[in-house]
C-alpha cells in the first residue's frame, strides 16, 4: 500500500470504530432520545483521548 492508500484506510477504520460504537449506544440505551445519545457519545469519546499529547 502507498502511504496515501494505508492513511485514507487509517481514516476509514476510524469512522468505522465511531460508527460502530454509536450503534452500540442506540442498541444498549434505545430509550435515549437522538440528542442524548449524542451527548453520551461524546462524553465517552471525550473519555478515550489521550491526554498524554
Given at each position: 500500500m502507498s502511504?496515501?492508500?494505508r492513511?485514507?484506510?487509517a481514516f476509514e477504520l476510524s469512522?468505522?470504530?465511531r460508527?460502530?460504537?454509536l450503534?452500540?449506544?442506540r442498541k444498549r440505551?434505545?430509550?435515549l432520545s437522538e440528542a442524548e445519545i449524542k451527548?453520551?457519545?461524546l462524553e465517552r469519546?471525550?473519555?478515550c483521548h489521550n491526554r498524554n499529547y
Open positions: 502511504p496515501e492508500q492513511l485514507l484506510k469512522q468505522f470504530s460508527d460502530l460504537f450503534h452500540g449506544l440505551f434505545p430509550d451527548k453520551l457519545y469519546l471525550n473519555k
